[in-house]
């Protein structure tokens, strides 16, 4: 595993402790010889805040590496920093009870212009006993709030399998400085069908960055990051980084900030990699890119396929959910057919280039769908979200 440097400097100070022969004033002069050595890089790192992440990034492109140090300098030491306090109720206006095992997540969102995307700058996530309503109490840094922006508050609620069940709508505005801090939140039921893994979890999130033609998942825990990448799944440490959030095992350094990052990877360099939620899986199992989803009604049922990994069919409003690995993919001109057997299940999806119409949304998507799971039946519609080989354009 990678160690930075404030980790060499504590091993260089463990080091002198132990030394066994040397007397009590030589191990305070090799003490302050350590932390004096210690401050001096410390500087000299931070002088380092001046070049750019960009800069960085340019220097290890020529040759397709990129070091840890390129990508961002080591943060400057901060004071503790005031916090301040968000409280209230949630709830929901459905007679429906939750099941064990959920949880609630409450965040304070900032709201800039168009160019710059909304940010959290504080969540709090906790397992309620009962059913609603549930306290909270939202802590924030003070100085992470400023002028010119809308502050507002939502909430979700998720299942044990991380599926979003209950959601803010927009969310409701406060001032977080100002006099009233006590703000309830009524939210809305997510219908089967637009369930999503959760986006934003600091303990797990899941989601998927495209870089040109590659694609790749990721799914973030405390301290580590795993890549879901061509070669297999790869996890890597976080290492110090002054901006964002950096990842590194071996030659393999994945940098994250917003919707935006970077991965070296497999001798090449990915720069430009956008977030791309429409990719991200609504089964709460699956973390590869989504390359094609289909939906349908009457029951509501839930397709998505990974081509060379998986496909998966959620129906009887999540009660059933199917994973069958490695789908067979016929290609002909008009349509593309999926298919894939184990000891217990027969399932082939046939997508065709048509336009069909979602009953309860009116929505009209590029391609009908067929299903056939032993002795069910479905159809409804579906979208690739990758392009499409074999069809004609």
């Keep these: 595993m990678v160690q930075d440097n404030n980790f060499f400097v504590g091993r260089r100070i463990v080091i002198g402790l132990n030394s066994v022969k040397l007397g009590f004033l030589a191990k305070i002069t090799l003490l302050g010889t350590v932390f004096l050595l210690s401050a001096c890089s ?12 960009d800069a960085g ?22 004071d503790p920093i005031p916090q301040g306090i968000i409280e209230g109720q949630v709830s929901y206006r459905e007679r429906i009870a939750l099941l064990p095992g959920v949880f609630v997540r409450i965040v304070l969102e900032r709201q800039g212009n168009q160019s710059e995307p909304p940010l959290e700058v504080a969540e709090q996530i906790f397992h309620p006993s009962g059913q609603v309503p549930f306290e909270y109490q939202l802590k924030f840094n003070t100085e992470d709030i400023r002028g010119g922006f809308r502050y507002v508050v939502k909430g979700q609620i998720f299942s044990e399998d991380e599926r979003l069940l209950f959601a803010s709508e927009e969310g409701t505005l406060l001032e977080p ?24 979890v600091t303990a797990a999130v899941s989601r998927v960055y495209q870089c040109g033609d590659f694609a790749f998942g990721t799914r973030t825990g405390i301290g580590e990051i795993a890549l879901y990448l061509p070669s297999g799944v790869t996890v890597l440490s976080q290492v110090t980084s002054a901006s964002g959030a950096r990842y590194k095992e071996g030659d393999i350094l ?33 973390r590869r890119p989504v390359d094609f989803r289909a939906i349908g009604n009457e029951p509501p049922w839930l397709l998505e396929v990974v081509e060379g990994h998986n496909i998966n069919l959620i129906t009887e409003y999540g009660q059933k959910r199917l994973q069958l690995e ?4 016929t290609v002909t001109p008009e349509q593309i057919t999926y298919h894939v ?3 217990a299940n027969r399932l082939a999806v046939m997508v065709k280039r048509e336009a069909c119409s979602d009953t309860m949304s009116d929505k009209v998507w590029p391609n ?7 002795s069910r039946h479905y159809n409804g519609c579906g979208t690739f979200l990758a392009e499409p080989k074999g069809l004609n354009n």
């Design 42 to 53: 410390s500087l000299s790192n931070n002088s380092q805040d001046k070049n750019s992440i």
């Design 368 to 374: 009908s769908v067929s299903i056939w799971w032993n």
């Design 177 to 200: 400085l100002g006099a009233k801090r006590y703000i309830d939140l009524l939210l809305k039921r997510v219908a089967l069908t637009h369930q999503t893994h959760m986006a934003s």
């Design 326 to 329: 490695e789908p067979e993919k």
């Design 254 to 286: 994945f940098w994250v900030k917003g919707e935006q990052a970077m991965l070296a990877y497999d001798g090449a360099f990915y720069r430009n990699c956008q977030r791309r939620s429409e990719r991200e899986a609504r089964d709460p199992v699956e």
């Design 57 to 78: 990034v340019d220097a290890g492109a020529k040759d397709g590496t990129l070091s840890a140090e390129q990508v961002s300098p080591l943060p400057n030491t901060a």
């Design 341 to 343: 057997n184990d000891d």
